[in-house]
């Protein structure tokens, strides 16, 4: 019972500080590496504005995806434990064998490259073009 108040006080203590405590007027500069790192990471950019969390979460998303095709085979955690090898454990043959169960698991080209693409070029647009309009 512990275990579930704890949080639920700290999340409440958490939106009460961000709701209820008023903003103050920013008065220092943004960072030296601060564009660099609106460039790398979508979202955090106030270019943004309301998406930004949405945008970032993707991007998220798509970096790991990526990382576990390169290291998995498979975009997918889950594919890794739950992957039955048909042929040894079901005496089943398999066309292509595990070719064939790692393309059931892989999503096509255009959500693993060209949609982290056209993200990454949409927030260097946007990342540019606030920086010309500041």
Do not use: H
Request: net charge positive.
């Amino acid at each position: 019972m512990l275990a579930t108040i704890i949080p639920v006080a700290l999340l409440l203590y958490a939106a009460a500080i961000l709701f209820f405590i008023p903003t103050r007027e920013v008065t220092q500069p943004p960072g030296r590496f601060q564009m660099a790192w609106e460039m790398l990471f979508p979202g955090i950019s106030p270019a943004w504005r309301m998406l930004g969390g949405l945008v970032l979460v993707a991007w998220c998303y798509f970096v790991l995806q990526d990382l576990l095709i390169l290291k998995i085979g498979s975009p997918y955690v889950i594919a890794t434990v739950a992957l039955p090898n048909l042929k040894s454990a079901y005496g089943v043959p398999v066309p292509g064998g595990e070719a064939f169960s790692k393309a059931l698991f892989r999503p096509s080209w255009v959500w693993m490259y060209l949609a982290p693409a056209i993200l990454f070029v949409a927030n260097l647009f946007l990342v540019l073009r606030a920086r010309r309009r500041a």
